[in-house]
C-alpha cells in the first residue's frame, strides 16, 4: 500500500515561495507518476502539475505554469513543488497523488490511485 506525506506548507504573502515536499513509501517510487493537485474551500479539486516515472516529462496547468516547478528525488522517494509568485488565489490545500505509470501524463484526478493527507497554503495580499 502506498502512502503519501506532504508538508511544506504555510501562510506568506503575495509573491512569496514554498517548496512543497511529498514522501512516498510501500511501492518502489521509480514506478510511478506523481502529481499535484489543489483544492480551495467550496471549490473542486484541480490538477496543478505531474512528473513522470523518469522525470523525463512534467506538465502543469495553466494557472501555475512559469510560477511553479515539479521535480523529484528518486534516491529519497520525494516529489516537489517548488511554488513562487505566489498569488492569493494560489490558497488551497495542497494534495500530492500518485499514479502506477500510464505512458502519458495525467491531469485526471480519478486515475491516480493514491492520496495524501494535504498540506496547506494560505496567502495573503
Known amino acids: 500500500q502506498v502512502q503519501l506525506v506532504e508538508s511544506g506548507g504555510g501562510s506568506v504573502q503575495a509573491g512569496g515561495s514554498l517548496r512543497l515536499t511529498c514522501e512516498f513509501s510501500?511501492?518502489?517510487?521509480?514506478?510511478?507518476?506523481m502529481g499535484w493537485f489543489r483544492q480551495a474551500p467550496g471549490k473542486e479539486r484541480e490538477f496543478v502539475a505531474a512528473?513522470?516515472?523518469?522525470?523525463?516529462?512534467?506538465a502543469y496547468a495553466d494557472s501555475v505554469k512559469g510560477r511553479f516547478t515539479i521535480s523529484r528525488d528518486d534516491a529519497k522517494n520525494t516529489v516537489f513543488l517548488l511554488v513562487t509568485n505566489l498569488k492569493p488565489e494560489d490558497t488551497a490545500v495542497y494534495y500530492c497523488?500518485?499514479?502506477?505509470?500510464?505512458?502519458?501524463?495525467?491531469?485526471?484526478?480519478?486515475?491516480?490511485?493514491?492520496w495524501g493527507q494535504g498540506t496547506h497554503v494560505t496567502v495573503s495580499s
Open positions: 510501500g511501492r518502489t517510487f521509480s514506478l510511478y507518476d
Open positions: 512528473i513522470s516515472w523518469s522525470a523525463g516529462r512534467t
Open positions: 497523488a500518485a499514479c502506477r505509470t500510464l505512458g502519458e501524463l495525467t491531469a485526471n484526478r480519478y486515475e491516480y490511485d493514491y
